[in-house]
């Protein structure tokens, strides 16, 4: 592990090192003119860095034409700073900063859980469980989610929503550590024995032998559905609903690169909490008790940020969070569930979002089960099977900091489109050698090991390009949308719209494994499907980037004039 550990030494010495360039810059331009530039939220007035709208500094030619050795040292650490920290004045750095630690310990307990329900279902019951607790035990609880949750956002608001929507997920955590687990298997699971007898064809069928594992085990399941929900609702509605409200759209293309940089961070510690502590106890009871202390304080640490963020943002800009969401309550009349879903779908330019969402659900979740299921043949013990998986979580997040790294600039530079197409055209490339392993057999134990090696590496680097570009890419799709658009098309997209996705693929395999008998052999038939599902991505994205300029452009106009006509009041006044 000695290299792992260098390895992480120098993203963590890369990244403290974008920090100081960056304050160096800062003391620097103090001495130098600044050029404003009107942006969207040009009436933040930034005393510290000399701007208004956060963008970095311009010297000008009387400031720049003395000190030969100095202007070339300023130039080089502007050229630098805008680079790899393109955030400016202690207004913008102490807003990223508030904002990244939400998603860093949302990251971080997602990371837990996710590695916990994994291995609880893929040892306990099998990799193709999965396909079926997607289609009958998560779709159904992200239904009745979405449902509870457009009927709340109705009611309370944002700041209460986000409460309620946090605290309920941390309080199952720590009741299934207390209590449910514990006595699972004294108290609350039946016997596998027990359950064939009322459902027929257990004992025979592959398929319905799934099932009665699941019934057998549903405390474990249970858990399981409780991650994927948080899963979704934790980056989706958590994070970027927030996030969305106070960032800027320029603000956004610069940070949110380094939001997924900053969160990179989050999968390497818990990895390693997992491989060092974790999965270092006497039996797995003792590891699920390690990991539920870990995941209890990121709750608290989720909700201590988010209050802190948005009492600054309220302190230090004109129009905060709150009393934007009361206006637009004034504005605009209430939907129903009913309502919201017609709204929805006579809306193009969420379709297009969904189909985004939807063709990442389907896509990763096709390569990702067999993979799973793989990765148990291989570590068929849980301790071993969940340190597995906590160094491929270090390794994603480390794979995300470098590509963010050296990748910042892909959307600010290349454009919204290349960073939204980027993700399925890797997934379509580093799938292929996976596949092919599959089809020339995994009947060794060698061809095995490198069968999981080539799907670790797609499944990394998929997600790492998740992480890096899709979910920046994605989010910044919804900041010109209004408000009702955001709030109730972005729940019904990242949480409704990202189940059906998981739910549709594991559909389709769990028919799959019931006629080829597990997920392996249908290989071929999934490999076909995967690629056809990355073309009508790709399509999407393609379609979506000409509407997102357009309304990018409307936005900034209406701001604009919006601008325009404050300046007019305040001369006639």
Not at 182 to 197: D, I
Not at 245 to 252: K, P, R
Not at 329 to 357: C, D, G, H, T, W
Not at 364 to 380: A, D, G, H, R
Request: charge should be positive; hydrophobic fraction near 45%; include cysteine.
């Amino acid at each position: 592990m000695k290299p792992l550990h260098c390895f992480i030494l120098f993203v963590l010495i890369l990244n403290s090192s974008c920090l100081s360039s960056s304050l160096h810059f800062r003391s620097e331009s103090r001495a130098v003119t600044t050029k404003r530039q009107f942006t969207l939220r040009s009436h933040i007035n930034d005393e510290t860095s000399g701007n208004t709208d956060g963008s970095p500094p311009q010297q000008i030619g009387t400031a720049l034409s003395r000190g030969g050795g100095s202007m070339a040292a300023t130039s080089f650490l502007s050229r630098a700073r805008q680079a790899v920290f393109p955030i400016y004045g202690s207004h913008e750095i102490t807003k990223f900063l508030l904002i990244g630690a939400i998603k860093f310990f949302v990251i971080l307990a997602l990371t837990l859980t996710r590695d916990t329900k994994d291995t609880l279902i893929v040892t306990q019951c099998g990799a193709e469980a999965i396909a079926f607790l997607k289609i009958y035990g998560v779709l159904p609880a992200a239904t009745a989610f979405i449902a509870l949750y457009s009927k709340l956002s109705n009611s309370v608001g944002k700041k209460t929503l986000f409460y309620i929507t946090c605290i309920p997920f941390f309080v199952f955590f720590a009741l299934f550590n207390a209590f449910i687990y514990p006595n699972a298997e004294t108290l609350l699971h039946p016997t596998l024995e027990t359950v064939q007898r009322f459902l027929p064809g257990a004992a025979t069928s592959s398929g319905m032998a799934v099932l009665a594992k699941i019934f057998t085990h549903w405390t474990s399941a249970l858990f399981y559905i409780m991650s994927e929900i948080y899963s979704s609702v934790s980056v989706g509605l958590l994070f970027w609903q927030f996030a969305n409200d106070v960032v800027s759209v320029d603000q956004a293309k610069r940070f949110y690169p380094l939001f997924a940089q900053m969160s990179g961070l989050a999968p390497v510690v818990a990895g390693q909490y997992v491989v060092r502590y974790a999965s270092k106890a006497p039996d797995f009871a003792a590891s699920l008790n390690r990991l539920t202390r870990a995941v209890s304080f990121s709750g608290i640490m989720i909700c201590l940020f988010y209050r802190l963020s948005t009492g600054y943002v309220e302190r230090t800009e004109t129009t905060t969070p709150t009393e934007q969401t009361q206006t637009e309550k004034k504005k605009k009349p209430k939907m129903s569930m009913v309502e919201s879903a017609k709204f929805l779908a006579n809306s193009q330019y969420l379709r297009l979002i969904a189909m985004l969402v939807l063709g990442y659900g389907l896509s990763i979740n096709f390569t990702e089960i067999m993979w799973k299921s793989l990765v148990k043949k291989q570590y068929p013990n849980p301790l071993d099977y969940q340190r597995f998986m906590g160094n491929f979580s270090s390794a994603v997040g480390l794979s995300t900091s470098i590509i963010i790294f050296f990748g910042v600039h892909v959307i600010r530079l290349l454009g919204w489109k290349v960073g939204a197409m980027a993700t399925p055209a890797t997934m379509a490339v580093l799938a292929a050698p996976f596949f092919g392993c599959i089809f020339l057999g995994l009947d060794s134990p060698s061809r095995l090991k490198i069968a999981v090696i080539f799907g670790t590496i797609q499944s990394l680097l998929s997600k790492t390009a998740k992480y890096a570009l899709f979910d920046p890419t994605t989010q910044m799709a919804y900041i010109p949308l209004d408000d009702e658009s955001k709030v109730k098309g972005k729940a019904a997209i990242d949480v409704l719209g990202s189940r059906l996705g998981k739910s549709g693929g594991s559909f389709i395999q769990q028919g799959l494994v019931l006629i080829f008998g597990n997920i392996i052999n249908a290989a071929p038939v999934v490999g076909v499907i995967f690629y056809g599902v990355l073309l009508s991505w790709l399509s999407a994205a393609n379609r979506l980037s000409g509407l997102f300029l357009a309304q990018t452009e409307i936005q900034k106009a209406e701001i604009m004039e919006a601008e325009n006509a404050k300046k007019e009041s305040k001369k006639e006044k």
